[in-house]
């Protein structure tokens, strides 16, 4: 291999190099759902928990909406009423949490989806099983 061909491969190897630190820097964030219990009997209330894991404090992930459908019929959006994104300064909110009563039996897949300008940047979503309690007028005589 000539110098040409050489200089060729390093030049090649260092724009790989540098694709690749981009892509780590720019890693699209995981948003992970869990709920407390998972499973239960009705009439029970359900907290969800929320963590947003990767990503860089950017401006894109900066107080968004944040949806949550509990797939029960119940629909929550909560807009973040945030200062103006600084960058080095402003803080990413990463955990998010929301209760919600389940009353009737029923497996539920609970959805969380976070939007920024309308754009979804993350979403997640986790399933509550509920059996019929006492009350529940689901349950059989």
């Not at 000539?2 to 690749?20: H, Q, S, T």
């Not at 929301?98 to 300008?117: C, D, I, P, Q, W």
Request: proline share 4%.
């Amino acid at each position: 291999m000539g110098r040409r061909g050489f200089l060729a491969g390093v030049a090649a190897l260092a724009l790989c190099a540098a694709a690749g630190a981009g892509e780590a820097k720019g890693k699209k964030p995981r948003l992970d759902l869990r709920s407390t219990p998972k499973f239960a009997f009705s009439p029970v209330v359900v907290l969800l928990t929320a963590e947003l894991q990767g990503g860089d404090d950017v401006e894109e992930l900066y107080c968004p909406e944040v949806e949550w459908e509990f797939d029960d019929g119940a629909k929550s959006v909560n807009e973040g009423d945030c200062e103006p994104f600084q960058a080095g300064v402003s803080k990413l909110a990463r955990r998010f949490t929301a209760e919600h009563e389940f009353s009737t039996a029923g497996s539920y897949n609970v959805k969380l989806t976070m939007r920024k300008a309308g754009r979804v940047i993350a979403a997640a979503n986790t399933r509550v099983t509920v059996r019929a309690g006492l009350g529940d007028p689901t349950m059989e005589n």
